[in-house]
């Protein structure tokens, strides 16, 4: 089977929950098969990313950035976006998992606070041309795993077709309503089977959000 039809099947089943909502269905304990014992998840807590926390300033930051990564200053791109007049912080590694081809981290200190309110780690297109859509599905599959293992608020989304080029793969919410959010963008299935065998234009963006209802954005 050619990459490109890997990659459409691939998608295909990841959007058949959609007919559900992509809504969990359960967040209630799990049985043990050896003990027989319930088992319940532990609540997720989203408090930034690594050594990264959410309400640190940019030193405080930067000094995160430096040990999560051994990153120097002088290779730590520093922007301002001009929609919403936040700081960003950007770090390009070219390995941070063992999948996944390189990733660019990104940093977003609030308008107003000047503290860290947003980390998106992004991998595929727009980071590097050195991956593979392979690479990039089996790191989606991994992320999304791992996410499932802890407790989340009722309504946790994933596998959910949010519109013809992209999918939440998974979405979830602490008990301070603080968010995960890992999607998957891609073109259409048309343009996907007219393109290269490298899937060059699949890109995986995963979010970690202080607050979605109340983002510190310029407004």
Same mark, same amino acid.
């Given at each position: 089977?050619?990459? $490109? *039809?890997?990659?459409? #099947?691939?998608?295909?089943?990841? #959007?058949?929950?959609?007919?559900?909502?992509?809504?969990?269905?359960? /967040?209630?304990?799990?049985?043990?098969?050896?003990?027989?014992?319930?088992?319940?998840? *532990?609540?997720?807590?989203?408090?930034?990313?690594?050594?990264?926390?959410?309400? =640190?300033?940019?030193?405080?930051? =930067?000094?995160?950035?430096?040990?999560?990564?051994?990153?120097?200053?002088?290779?730590?791109?520093?922007?301002?976006?001009? #929609?919403?007049?936040?700081?960003?912080?950007?770090? $390009?590694?070219? @390995?941070?998992?063992?999948?996944?081809?390189?990733?660019?981290?990104?940093?977003?200190?609030?308008?107003?606070?000047?503290?860290?309110?947003?980390?998106?780690?992004?991998?595929? @297109?727009?980071?590097?041309?050195?991956?593979?859509?392979?690479?990039? =599905?089996?790191?989606?599959? @991994?992320?999304?795993? $791992?996410?499932?293992?802890?407790?989340?608020?009722?309504?946790?989304?994933?596998?959910?077709?949010?519109?013809?080029?992209?999918?939440?793969?998974?979405?979830?919410?602490?008990?301070?309503?603080? =968010?995960?959010?890992?999607?998957?963008?891609?073109?259409?299935?048309?343009? #996907?089977?007219?393109?290269?065998?490298?899937?060059?234009?699949?890109?995986?963006?995963?979010?970690?959000? /202080?607050?979605?209802?109340?983002?510190? $954005?310029? @407004?």
């Amino acid at each position: 089977m050619s990459l $490109h *039809k890997k990659i459409c #099947l691939t998608l295909a089943l990841l #959007l058949c929950s959609f007919s559900t909502g992509g809504l969990a269905e359960s /967040q209630s304990p799990l049985k043990n098969l050896d003990t027989g014992q319930f088992i319940t998840k *532990k609540w997720k807590v989203i408090d930034g990313f690594r050594s990264a926390k959410f309400g =640190m300033s940019e030193k405080q930051v =930067m000094r995160a950035i430096a040990k999560d990564f051994k990153v120097p200053k002088n290779k730590i791109e520093r922007l301002v976006t001009p #929609l919403y007049k936040t700081n960003v912080l950007i770090i $390009h590694l070219p @390995k941070l998992m063992e999948i996944g081809g390189p990733a660019d981290i990104v940093y977003i200190l609030g308008y107003k606070s000047k503290k860290l309110i947003q980390v998106n780690v992004d991998w595929g @297109k727009g980071v590097s041309d050195n991956f593979t859509a392979e690479e990039i =599905m089996t790191l989606l599959s @991994k992320l999304r795993t $791992h996410f499932m293992k802890d407790r989340y608020k009722k309504g946790i989304v994933f596998d959910s077709k949010a519109s013809d080029t992209r999918t939440i793969v998974f979405r979830g919410k602490d008990l301070k309503d603080r =968010m995960i959010l890992l999607y998957l963008d891609y073109p259409k299935p048309k343009e #996907l089977e007219d393109k290269k065998e490298t899937g060059s234009d699949l890109r995986l963006i995963l979010s970690y959000i /202080q607050s979605v209802e109340n983002p510190d $954005h310029f @407004k």
